[in-house]
């Protein structure tokens, strides 16, 4: 019997041979890692549901972004969570918000960093949404007024890309226009275009206590069902002027993300979100997984299904182990 078959295994023969034909790459410069800064002194808290995470103090700051730089990473997401909070999440846009100090403190001692300022009420109100409310109801324009407040004080501490997360509607037009009419024109910003109502945010809300303290967020966020809402949300963004679209969570998503990627010619942004970290994490100490081989494979899976950049808690191991290799 004759076979005729194609012999791929010609191109995996060898460690060499399969370095010449691989696709994707990670890079330290791919990278966001996201930083809490939490309200008080002398605090370096682990996030319990995210071991190797923490939420610490401004003057533990300057420590931490030694560590990053040598590290080799490039960019970092900042969250703040105060200690008090009010209805109108007034620390999210004071010029001396936690977000704001953090930024002015990073930027006088490394410059050459991306700052990427969270752009967001949930942290900063008392009853942990993203906007005003009006009885149990998240008001759309009225909210999108503190936002645009929040990214102009976060602009003018030196932030260098905003990061709008809070999934009001015309929240890229509000903010373009916003930052503009202050002369920051030339400032990006990086739309939470693609945000699903996920619970794989679990985790995160513990570090940056901003869990909602009646309903949920499905009146703004996203159905993890849909498709093509996540194209027309996406194409709003791209309209009103956004320049990163980014696609949360990432790992249940990645269709998502391919679809995002083929659509628009916008880098693509990933957040492989708290949940996603938990669950490697909770494996890997169980000794159920190899950590480091997973991490590698998930994060090189999103930038298969079509991420430019990705914003990771595991950014400092994933920086460390590239240089090991
Ligand atoms: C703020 C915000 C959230 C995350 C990033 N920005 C939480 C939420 O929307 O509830 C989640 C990030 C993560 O889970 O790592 N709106």
Redesign the pocket.
């Known amino acids: 019997m004759e076979l005729n078959f194609h012999r791929h295994r010609r191109l995996r023969s060898t460690e060499n041979m399969r370095a010449l034909v691989r696709e994707n790459h990670l890079r330290v410069e791919d990278f966001i890692y ?1 930083l809490f800064i939490i309200e008080g002194e002398n605090i370096v808290n682990e996030v319990k549901s995210m071991p190797g995470v923490f939420q610490i103090s401004l003057d533990k700051l300057e420590a931490e972004m030694d560590e990053i730089v040598s590290l080799g990473i490039k960019s970092i997401l900042l ?1 703040g969570v105060p200690l008090e909070k009010d209805e109108l999440g007034q620390g999210a846009y004071h010029n001396h918000g936690l977000v704001q100090e953090a930024t002015r403190l990073v930027k006088g001692k490394y410059p050459e960093i991306i700052v990427v300022a ?1 752009t ?4 900063y109100t008392s009853h942990g949404h ?1 906007g005003v409310i009006e009885g149990e109801k998240v008001l759309n324009d009225p909210s999108l007024q503190l936002l645009v407040q929040t990214a102009v004080s976060q602009a003018k501490a030196g932030a260098d890309i905003i990061a709008p ?3 009001m509607d015309g929240f890229v037009a509000a903010i373009r226009k916003g930052l503009d009419e202050e002369g920051f024109e030339d400032i990006p910003i990086m739309s ?1 275009a693609v ?1 699903y ?2 619970s ?6 513990d ?2 206590d ?3 303290q009646f309903g949920d ?1 499905k009146a703004y ?1 996203m159905d993890p069902a849909n498709r093509l809402e996540a194209l027309r949300e996406a194409e709003s963004d791209v309209m009103e002027g956004a320049d990163f679209l980014m696609v ?2 990432g790992l249940p998503y990645l269709d998502i993300v391919r679809d995002v990627k083929n659509h628009f010619n916008l880098p693509i942004v990933i ?7 938990s669950m490697v994490k909770a494996a890997a100490l169980n000794g159920w997984i190899d950590e480091q081989k997973v991490v590698m494979e998930m994060l090189t899976g999103m930038k298969r299904a079509g991420a430019d950049l990705i ?1 990771t ?1 595991f950014a400092k191991d994933v920086a460390r182990w590239l240089k090991e290799y």
């Open positions: 996201p969250f969270d967001c009420l949930c942290e993203c997360s809070n999934m939470y945000k109502a996920s794989f945010y679990g985790p995160f809300r570090a940056a901003s869990t909602p967020r966020q949360k969570p957040y492989n979100v708290s949940g996603e970290y914003i808690y």
